[in-house]
């Protein structure tokens, strides 16, 4: 029979084992309540930074762990501040190494700490050897604080956030190869007092080993504005690289981050097919209208016609007969060399001035428009121009259907996808380079350069170097598939081009090679034509009131032909900025060389008449005419 003295100790006992299991039971969701963020944040000391340093790990996005990155990220900030109000000294564990310290406003010098890994930040004086991590605060920030204190309490932390999302962002999360350079930030505070745009920026330099060739460095700041979990920012930020450090400078306090993300990741590369597609496409449709508008105009030049040309010529002085060349001229300044020097293709030059009151319709208006219609399938210059907007448009063809694909095409298919692409890609570099050596024949060697069957000559190379080049490296198997990957070695593009490591020195000779030498001889030619172009424009100054941005206006014009636009690939390792503006402007070329060619062939009565018989309409305007 049970006693009363032992039912009560058996209650005792019952009441114990309930105290401890709710005691177990809050020690076993007090992890859960700091991944939750569910913290009293107005009181730090009682709050263990061990449980919070396990949420690092949990915080994926699996999402298998309860968690609030929001919370706990702005725990984190605040945690900054409360250790500049509440803590002097150092913190020292395994993820979050601070020093808290008071300095003066009116301080002689530069302030230095160290930011070793794994080390309290300290801080370093003039005699000692520069580590290589630190941070360097300038004096003029505290100066200015000199007003409202004396002294202010700062705060350096560096916290290891780990692998997981705590601290990453959004635009990060999306990135899969990018990352926090050693999952490390770096935290300046000067709690309550809010620091920004500075005139001295600080420094901080992060020291690591050489990124992959196609990752690169970016320092940016925790933004708690942007999104609503906050993002990293780069917003007064400047980035300089090195091989083996990078500096960053900003003009404000908070978390700092070096961010190690690929030059071309997924998102980037999505961003850069839209824009190439898109300017492709324009480029497609002005280039159809350019070889339209070549297709339809008249070879043929009216008998009346060439009767009026011949009476108004007559009125300056009797004119040459011209040679048997010059009705089909191969070359098309024949015309201009079989005139006597100084004076233009067109009617007779001297004493044109003269002439200009009695006659303007002599060398503008609706005369000088019908003679540019006759001279046009005459001339070389304009089959020049359409051979490169063919090429151009076929390699614009090629592009679609080679990022355009939707399963991924077999060997041989692909094969000739990379073969074809090729061979349009060379095409084009070869009638840019051929645009600049009719250029060179055109302005810097205008005499003597006859040459029979001119345009069939610059045919067979245009189109038949390239197809040499292609064939050569198909023979060697080249082409296949190709992919253009990240950090994680994770594929961002896939295309039909040259096999990957198998044929990077194919690569590396028939196209960036191919290319440069078709890039230099092109920047030579465009420099002298430009040098000449404003060399004379100078020179007859007194005698011509011209507008100098038509020389301005004629050298872009050229730059298009040439392809300017693709030299912009040479800036593309300075950042993704650039690459975003090569991919722009050079889809663009096509619609750049349409309105080139419409300028040149259909003038207007005004832009046509507002050039002079001078030496400038003998050389500058012969050179942007052709």
């Excluded at 503008?364 to 121009?385: C, I, M, N, T």
């Excluded at 080049?469 to 994680?488: E, Q």
């Excluded at 100098?548 to 014009?557: D, E, Q």
Aim: glycine residues 6%.
């Amino acid at each position: 029979m049970v006693t009363p003295g032992a039912l009560r100790v058996l209650f005792l006992l019952l009441l114990l084992l309930w105290a401890s299991g709710m005691e177990n039971s809050r020690i076993l969701e007090q992890p859960r309540n700091v991944c939750l963020g569910l913290i009293n944040e107005g009181n730090y000391e009682s709050f263990h930074l061990e449980n919070t340093a396990g949420c690092f790990t949990k915080c994926r996005q699996s999402g298998n762990e309860p968690c609030d990155l929001k919370n706990l990220q702005r725990y984190w900030l605040k945690y900054e501040f409360h250790l500049v109000e509440n803590q002097m000294g150092i913190v020292n564990t395994s993820f979050l190494k601070a020093v808290v310290q008071s300095v003066s406003t009116n301080i002689s010098e530069d302030l230095l700490f160290s930011l070793t890994p794994s080390q309290v930040p300290r801080p370093v004086t003039e005699e000692e050897h520069e580590p290589p991590d630190r941070v360097r605060l300038p004096r003029s920030l505290f100066e200015s604080l000199q007003d409202s204190r004396s002294v202010v309490r700062l705060a350096i932390t560096l916290l290891d956030i780990g692998p997981g999302n705590l601290f990453k962002g959004p635009e990060l999360s999306l990135e899969d190869s990018s990352s926090v350079l050693n999952n490390r930030l770096v935290g300046l505070s000067l709690g309550n007092i809010s620091v920004s745009r500075l005139a001295e920026p600080l420094e901080i330099t992060f020291s690591h080993q050489r990124p992959p060739s196609n990752m690169t460095f970016s320092c940016v700041f925790w933004d708690v504005t942007k999104g609503s979990t906050g993002d990293w920012s780069s917003t007064g930020c400047s980035t300089e690289l090195s091989a083996k450090r990078t500096v960053c400078r900003c003009d404000h306090l908070t978390f700092f981050a070096l961010l190690l993300r690929p030059i071309l990741d997924r998102a980037t590369v999505q961003a850069l097919i839209r824009i190439s597609q898109a300017g492709c496409g324009a480029s497609m449709i002005f280039l159809a209208f350019t070889v339209l508008l070549y297709a339809a105009l008249s070879p043929q030049q009216p008998h009346s016609l060439r009767l009026r040309a011949s009476r108004e010529c007559e009125r300056c002085h009797p004119c040459p007969q011209p040679s048997p060349r010059l009705g089909r001229s191969p070359h098309p300044q024949q015309a201009e060399h079989d005139l006597p020097a100084g004076r233009a293709a067109g009617p007779c030059e001297p004493g044109l001035e003269r002439q200009k009151e009695s006659s303007p319709t002599l060398e503008g208006g609706p005369w000088r428009l019908r003679f540019y219609r006759q001279r046009f399938k005459s001339e070389d210059a304009p089959k020049v121009h359409v051979a490169l907007s063919i090429s151009l448009f076929l390699l614009n063809l090629a592009f679609f259907i080679n990022v355009g694909h939707g399963r991924e095409p077999s060997d041989a298919t692909c094969w000739a996808r990379g073969a074809i692409f090729h061979y349009f890609l060379l095409c084009t570099f070869t009638w840019m380079g051929l645009e600049a050596f009719h250029l060179y024949l055109l302005v810097i060697k205008v005499f003597n350069t006859y040459f029979g069957h001119y345009f069939l000559k610059l045919s067979l190379v245009g189109w038949g170097l390239p197809a040499l080049i292609v064939i050569g490296t198909g023979s060697a198997n080249s082409y296949g598939h190709y992919a253009i990957r990240d950090k994680k070695n994770m594929a961002t593009l896939e295309l039909c081009w040259f096999r990957e490591k198998t044929a990077v020195s194919a690569l590396y000779v028939t196209v960036h090679g191919y290319f440069l030498i078709t890039c230099l001889f092109s920047a030579v030619v465009l420099g002298l034509v430009a040098w000449k172009i404003f060399t004379l424009s100078t020179a007859t100054a007194g005698k011509e009131q011209g507008p100098n941005w038509k020389g301005v206006l004629t050298v872009l014009g050229l730059s298009s032909l040439v392809g300017v636009t693709w030299w912009l690939a040479i800036l593309t390792p300075l950042g993704r900025s650039t690459i975003y503006v090569f991919a722009l402007f050079n889809s663009l070329q096509g619609v750049f060389i349409f309105c080139w060619f419409a300028v040149l062939y259909f003038p207007s009565r005004t832009a046509v008449a507002s050039s002079s018989g001078t030496a400038r309409i003998d050389q500058v305007h012969t050179a942007s005419q052709e």
